[in-house]
C-alpha cells in the first residue's frame, strides 16, 4: 500500500512559566492512501498536539518540533516554509475542528464561504465555483443546495453546519482530512450520521483521514488502523480488529473496559484508576507505570521497545519482551 504521510520520531515541547511540557515523545506513525487511521487517547496524551504538527499549527513561541520528520507525499512538512504551508493548507491537507461554529462565520452567507478557499486557491471562475459549491452541498447530504447557499450559519442545524463544515474542508479536494473530534459537539444521532458521511465521502472521492478522538464507539465504526496514544506516545497500534478484539497493553485493554455497551450493567463499567503522567517531569520507563496493575521493576526504570505481534499489530510493554524478569513493583 502506498503510505501518503510518515511521521518519524516526533518530538513536540511546550515552553510555560512552570517547565517545558514534553507533549509528545518520540511519535512514529504512518497513513496508507484511502484509509482512516484513529488517533485515540485520554486528553492530554499527545493525540491532538500530533495532528495540530502536521498542519503546522503547533503555536509559537511557546510550541516547538523539536525533532522528527512528517513527510507528506515525500515532502517533510517540519522543513516547509511558512508560505509553502500557507499552500498546502486546504489544498492537500484540509483540517475540521470539534465546533462546527467557530469554523464557520456568521456573518456570511454558507455559499460565500464553501466559495471562498476555492478562488484563494485557484484562479476559478465566480461560475465555477458556485457550480463546485453545490457538488460539495449535495455531496454531505445537504437538500436543495441551490437555495441553501444563500443562507447564513445560523439558519441550519448544529448536524448540518458539520456537513457544511466538511464540505468546506474538502471543496479543494484535498488528499488528507485530519479531522480533531469532529462530532463531540453533536448529539448522539446526529454523530453517527457526520461518521456514516465519513465513510460515504471516502469511498467517493479516496481522501485518506486522520481522525483524532477519545470516543472509542466512533472508532469502531469508521476506522480501518488505530493508534493509541498514552502520556505523549504511541503505546499501541493495529488494524481495528487488533486494537477491539485482540488489545495487548494494559491501558488498550483498560480504555476498552472503561466503555459502556449494551450488554454491560453499569456497575461492570472499569475505570482506569490514577491520573495521567506528568509530562513536565515525564517518567523515563513506561509512562503507564503508576496505573498499571502488571508493572514490574523495569517498567519503571526502562521504556519497553517495541514489539511487533504482526505485520499490522505493535505494542510498547515489557509484557512483550522475554527479557523482562517479571518481578512486581
Ligand atoms: Fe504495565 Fe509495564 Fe506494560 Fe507499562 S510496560 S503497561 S507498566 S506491564
Redesign the pocket.
Known amino acids: 500500500m502506498e503510505k501518503i504521510l510518515e511521521i518519524d520520531d516526533l518530538h513536540v515541547h511546550f515552553s510555560t512559566y512552570g517547565g517545558t511540557v514534553q507533549a509528545v515523545r518520540g511519535v512514529n506513525l504512518y497513513l496508507n492512501k484511502g484509509e482512516t487511521l484513529a488517533i485515540v487517547g485520554e486528553s492530554g496524551s499527545g493525540k491532538s498536539v500530533t495532528s495540530n504538527s502536521i498542519m503546522q499549527l503547533i503555536p509559537s513561541p511557546s510550541g516547538k518540533i523539536v525533532r522528527g520528520s512528517i513527510r507528506f507525499k515525500g515532502k517533510d512538512l517540519v522543513q516547509t516554509s511558512k508560505k509553502e504551508m500557507r499552500a498546502i493548507r486546504g489544498v492537500d491537507i484540509s483540517m475540521i475542528f470539534q465546533d462546527p461554529m467557530t469554523a464557520l462565520n456568521p456573518t456570511l452567507t454558507v455559499g460565500d464561504q464553501l466559495t471562498e478557499g476555492l478562488k484563494q486557491h485557484s484562479s476559478v471562475s465566480i461560475g465555477k465555483a458556485k457550480k463546485k459549491a453545490i457538488e460539495m452541498l449535495r455531496l454531505v447530504g445537504i437538500t436543495n443546495p441551490e437555495s441553501r447557499l444563500k443562507q447564513y450559519p445560523h439558519q441550519f442545524s448544529g448536524g448540518m453546519r458539520q456537513r457544511i463544515v466538511i464540505a468546506m474542508a474538502l471543496i479543494c479536494e484535498p488528499d488528507l482530512l485530519i479531522a480533531d473530534e469532529p462530532t463531540t459537539a453533536l448529539d448522539v444521532t446526529i454523530q453517527a450520521q457526520i461518521m456514516e458521511l465519513f465513510k460515504e465521502i471516502q469511498d467517493k472521492t479516496g481522501v485518506s483521514i486522520i481522525l483524532v478522538t477519545h470516543d472509542l464507539g466512533v472508532v469502531a465504526r469508521v476506522a480501518d488502523r488505530v493508534a493509541v496514544m498514552y502520556g505523549g506516545k504511541i503505546i499501541e497500534t493495529g488494524d481495528k480488529d487488533d486494537i477491539f478484539y485482540r488489545p495487548q ?3 488498550t485493554i483498560g480504555l476498552l473496559q472503561s466503555v459502556p455497551r449494551l450488554d454491560m450493567k453499569e456497575d461492570i463499567l472499569q475505570p482506569i484508576d490514577g491520573t495521567p503522567p506528568d509530562l513536565f517531569a515525564p517518567p523515563q520507563g ?1 509512562p ?2 503508576a496505573r ?1 496493575a ?3 521493576q523495569v ?1 519503571a526504570n526502562v521504556h ?1 521497545a517495541t514489539s511487533y505481534l504482526s505485520d499490522s499489530h505493535q505494542v510498547e ?3 512483550q519482551d522475554a527479557r523482562a524478569k517479571r518481578q512486581p513493583v
Open positions: 497493553h494494559p491501558y513506561c503507564f507505570t498499571c502488571h508493572a514490574m517498567c519497553p510493554c515489557w509484557l
